[in-house]
């Protein structure tokens, strides 16, 4: 008998808060109709597939509060059904275009349906798509875990542990509120640890998460198991470590499956191929191109000539990869095994979610396809947090420190000649928040309405996705923007606050702008 | 604007409830249309929102960057006109329309970046900025906390150039909590705080000991005889630890043929650095205090890290450098102008099998103008 062990997958979904009700079609909108279409539906459906036809498989699954606060935004929900519309009709001329032609059209066709696929699915649920999720959660499939309120980077935010607890009130409730049940495990925006944080999770009941390889392997003193079992904090937070070799599988550029040949191109789109009168309606109203969703080519090779997308080579392909996956997480619980004392290995590998479906888009058949053959393997089997936990491992107790999955594994992405800037803006916004809530413990009114839309704007700008643009020269421009529209919104409410003359009319133009986390409290702060 | 003609007059409330207008409830359609018109035109002008050149890369990529795609041209050409954006944004960024450019409330704070470098900054109120620029060498003070009631420990003084309102501050390893002070000398040399920061969080570059092994159940707060039983059918030995250091770093056939998983190991758990992107002048010396006002130093180091066979005898420069129990190594050179070469060389413990390779780095610095 082979040695035993368990792949536990996570997924991370996440995207910031972009919402803008003031225009009627916004660029960075489409970041979630894109992952809605391409990554969200897809993986909801390939669970959906894979419990029906009697598989056995757990994973977990990040659903961060913005994306699910966007999920179910009446407004974005609206303006998602017309995208999509727009991309069916778009395909259904497509496939019009292509018309006598036996190697396009296949394609063509294979959009449209894909399209109509999801139109299908997501009417279905009525566009509740986190209740989709939610089901399969009660089936037992799924973990889902919660992120802080807003993706914050917390190690930045350690020094004001308030402020830490609001990021995490806010999550648990908006989970909570979304999901039916309150979370226990919780994805640590970009895996950020640092020290005492396991404390401020246990306060909110929160009681697993994932760091990255090293932040075990430096925790004192060192886990006698590596990665490949959960160790657990003197405040009792129980910690999974990312495994570096599957998760290099997925992610290298040398050796990730995701780069093959077979599989589809990413970049070439329709949006950038055809000529203006063909795609106008579905690029930037400035005449700007963009991309559209429909691609044709498949990777071929790391020039510029790309050919043809053959559906069957790529469902191949990543049938292959994910045998070549199994076997060698076998391999590598074999080579464990004599170290471990007995204990069955775990791996855990954590990607985002979006790699599966938008980046990589066979990733969803590629993950259909190893959950189902650990099924499948009798030493091998797929695990969430909760049911690797339930057969109660002993666990080492170990204290972390400051870690993250960034480059180098530190802070310095989200800290760095490119974003330092926003700090101390962030920092003095922080602490007056904290200052205000403990100043008005009690507010009823326009006092209470001001007071918690400038909690909304604090944990808006703190938001870990716009250093890390600013750091990446990617939306730069929006990034900014944004920290600076949340710091002065911010800002503006104490000023009005602290002298007892709130505007209105402005703050309830905000309350509808910003509109996220409806339940918030602003005495989290304090 | 026949985007609006199509639409229905409820459609166009809800739109004008969306973009946040007032006065509309009462407006017939076209009246309604007008005034949504002038906002859309209003805000074209207000914001010309440009749209990023670089659709497919302006996503949000992981941190992980995203996975080996061939970049054709077209798209390095988008890359390359987002860049070329992004920096004349950055520039207008740094002070906000209505944010202060500064709060003058005394706040004073450290943060861990990685495990060698801390990054501090302050926002001192005037009386604060009157007596620290009025003191003599003004400096900013890195002390380690030592725990309640022990005195802290002095690491380093570094000399501010008048108006400096942050710093990185190089340490040999942030694996203690720091504390940073702002202050100037008093009559006798000793340093007078005015401003202090708040503790930094523990970042370890290295392994810590493997001793002190506990294993609980997960929901129960003491060993239980279970858990201890369990606890002991792995052996609490630094051997099992390194061994499991190594399997976890993916060097899962031992270290022959996985030279990635080794640059990896490297990269992630040895250095914390990327020390080209620091403009850090905390080692270097300030000018005479008759020099101008303003001043500039510039300055820099080269780190060399990698990993091997734990027990090999490795070399960078013909100077030996130590191997610790993980295989991993170290060194920092000074980094004169002109080209150094950096041979690296490794013998296995054995004796048997040698490696070899070469780091060749070019330093060109044009000193302050």
């Known amino acids: ?526 | 604007m026949d985007k609006f003609e199509n639409k229905k007059l409820s459609e166009l409330l809800e739109l004008a409830r969306e973009w946040g207008l007032s006065g509309y409830s009462k407006l017939k359609k076209t009246e309604l249309i007008r005034l949504l018109t002038r906002k859309v035109s209003q805000l074209a002008v207000k914001s010309p929102r440009k749209a990023s050149p670089a659709a497919p890369a302006s996503k949000k990529v992981s941190p992980k960057t995203n996975p080996a795609r061939p970049t054709s041209s077209k798209v390095a050409e988008r890359k390359a006109a987002a860049r070329k954006t992004a920096a004349a944004h950055h520039k207008a960024a740094a002070v906000g329309k209505r944010l202060p450019e500064a709060y003058q409330d005394g706040r004073m704070t450290l943060l861990t970046r990685d495990p060698f470098w801390l990054y501090c900054y302050w926002d001192l109120t005037d009386e604060q900025q009157e007596k620290l620029w009025s003191g003599d060498n003004p400096s900013l003070r890195l002390v380690e906390d030592t725990g309640a009631g022990a005195p802290a420990r002095e690491v380093k003084r570094i000399p501010l150039a008048r108006g400096a309102r942050s710093w990185y501050i190089q340490v040999d390893a942030a694996d203690r909590p720091y504390r940073a002070e702002l202050g100037h000398s008093g009559p006798g040399g000793e340093f007078l705080p005015l401003a202090a920061s708040n503790l930094s969080n523990r970042a370890p570059a290295t392994v810590a000991s493997s001793g002190g092994v506990e294993f609980v159940l997960p929901g129960k707060a003491q060993k239980t005889a279970a858990a201890a039983a369990a606890a002991s059918s792995v052996e609490a030995t630094r051997e099992q630890a390194d061994r499991m250091f190594v399997l976890s770093a993916g060097a899962r056939r031992g270290f022959a043929g996985s030279g990635e998983a080794l640059s990896e190991l490297a990269e992630r758990l040895q250095r914390g650095l990327a020390s080209e992107q620091l403009h850090s002048g905390a080692q270097a010396q300030p000018p005479a205090q008759e020099q101008a006002d303003y001043w500039l130093v510039v300055d820099a180091e080269l780190i060399v890290y990698g990993a091997t066979v734990p027990g090999s005898r490795v070399t960078i420069r013909n100077m030996p450098v130590e191997v610790d129990g993980s295989g991993r190594f170290w060194a920092r050179l000074a980094l004169p102008d002109g080209t150094l070469n950096v041979p690296i060389h490794g013998r296995s413990p054995d004796g048997r099998f040698e490696r070899q390779a070469r780091i060749e780095a070019r330093r060109a610095t044009e000193p302050p103008r």
């Open chain 1, 1 to 526: 008998m082979s040695a035993r062990g368990s792949v536990s997958f996570v997924l991370h979904a996440h995207l910031p808060f972009v919402r803008h009700p003031e225009h009627e079609r916004f660029l960075e909108e489409d970041w979630l109709f894109e992952a809605i279409t391409e990554c969200y539906l897809p993986l909801l459906m390939t669970f959906e597939d894979l419990l029906q036809r009697g598989v056995r498989f757990r994973l977990n699954l990040v659903l961060t509060p913005t994306l699910l606060s966007m999920l179910s935004d009446p407004l974005l929900q609206g303006r998602y059904r017309r995208h999509l519309e727009g991309l069916i009709e778009l395909a259904d001329r497509e496939v019009r275009r292509t018309r006598g032609d036996p190697c396009l059209q296949p394609l063509a066709r294979m959009y449209r349906d894909r399209f109509r696929g999801a139109w299908d699915r997501y009417q279905a649920c009525g566009g509740d798509l986190i209740g989709s999720f939610a089901e399969l959660e009660r089936q037992g499939c799924l973990e889902i875990l919660t992120s802080a309120a807003t993706h914050a980077f917390l190690p930045l935010l350690s020094p004001w542990p308030e402020a830490v607890r609001a990021q995490l009130r806010c999550a648990v409730r908006t989970h909570r509120r979304l999901l039916g049940r309150s979370p226990r495990a919780i994805w640590l925006p970009e895996c950020g640890m640092y020290q005492d944080l396991d404390r401020l999770l246990g306060e909110q009941g929160l009681t697993t998460t994932v760091i990255d390889a090293h932040g075990l392997l430096h925790a004192t003193p060192r886990p006698l198991l590596g990665v490949f079992a959960p160790a657990i904090t003197p405040a009792g937070l129980v910690l999974f470590a990312r495994d570096l070799e599957s998760s290099r599988q997925v992610w290298s550029a040398r050796e990730g499956y995701p780069g093959h040949p077979d599989y589809r191109d990413f970049y070439r789109d329709i949006g950038w191929d055809l000529p203006l009168n063909m795609v106008g309606p579905w690029i930037q109203p400035t005449g700007e191109r963009k991309a559209t969703g429909i691609k044709y080519h498949r990777i071929t090779g790391p020039t510029p000539h790309k050919e043809l997308y053959q559906p069957a080579l790529a469902s191949r392909r990543a049938a292959l990869h994910a045998a070549h996956f199994v076997s060698e997480r076998r391999e590598q619980v074999n080579t464990l095994a004599p170290h471990l004392g007995g204990r069955d290995a775990l791996i855990v590998a954590p990607f985002d979610a979006e790699l599966f479906g938008h980046w990589w888009h066979e990733g969803p058949l590629f993950l259909a396809e190893v959950l189902r053959l650990l099924d499948l393997a009798p030493d091998l089997e797929s695990a969430s947090f909760a049911s690797f936990l339930r057969a109660s491992p002993p666990l080492q107790v170990v204290t972390p420190y400051l870690s993250s999955w960034g480059q180098h594994g530190y802070c310095g992405v989200w800290l760095d000649p490119s974003n330092e800037w926003i700090y101390n803006h962030l920092h003095h916004a922080t602490e007056r928040m904290i200052k205000l809530a403990r100043a008005h413990p009690d507010e009823k009114g326009w006092t209470r309405r001001a007071l918690d839309q400038c909690a909304r704007e604090v944990l808006l700008a703190q938001s870990s996705d716009f250093p890390f643009m600013m750091k990446m020269g990617t939306t730069v421009d929006y990034a900014v923007r944004r920290v600076r529209e949340h710091l002065e919104a911010a800002h503006e409410l104490a000023q009005q606050i602290e002298s007892g003359r709130i505007r209105r009319r402005a703050l309830a133009s905000l309350e509808r702008r910003h509109n996220l986390f409806p339940d918030i409290d602003y005495r989290d702060f304090a």
